[in-house]
């Protein structure tokens, strides 16, 4: 939630709407750097196309798939065709043509993963090192 900026009314309804982010009731999700990363493009399109979350919910499951399923690098380097006719959504290299399909929505990755990663290790410095205490050994002596 905070990783994207999104409100807790808007996280919820990202939560209902998509069901790579729902969890079973009582318990907490666990969301890796993938998960984030799909639901980024979500949000980017929801917001760029001025369309509600769940007219994404048929590519869902292949974007949450995609997104978690390949490493940032190749990642960042190419743009996924979410395909909403045939709920498919494909990763594509810089210089590959999107498949033969009625309507694809083409989100290039680079800015949305450049933006998570700085997010994110905005958010993991180590409190640690604002301490002003040199190192000290821990325990007694014997």
Not at 26 to 43: H, K, N, P, W
Not at 63 to 73: A, D, F, K, Q, T
């Amino acid at each position: 939630m905070a990783a994207l900026s999104l409100s807790k009314q808007q996280w919820r309804t990202y939560r209902q709407a998509l069901s790579p982010l729902s969890t079973t009731e009582g318990r907490s999700g666990c969301f890796t750097a993938g998960d984030l990363l799909a639901t980024a493009v979500i949000q980017y399109a929801t917001d760029t196309l001025h369309m509600s979350v769940s007219a994404l919910s048929p590519v869902a499951d292949a974007l949450y798939n995609v997104c978690g399923s390949h490493p940032w690098i190749p990642l960042e380097r190419g743009c996924v065709a979410l395909i909403l006719d045939d709920g498919r959504a494909i990763l594509l290299d810089a210089d590959q043509r999107p498949p033969a399909c009625k309507l694809a929505v083409l989100i290039e990755l680079r800015p949305l993963v450049l933006e998570l990663r700085d997010r994110l290790l905005a958010a993991g410095r180590d409190p640690q090192q604002e301490l002003a205490f040199p190192p000290m050994f821990a325990g007694g002596r014997s």
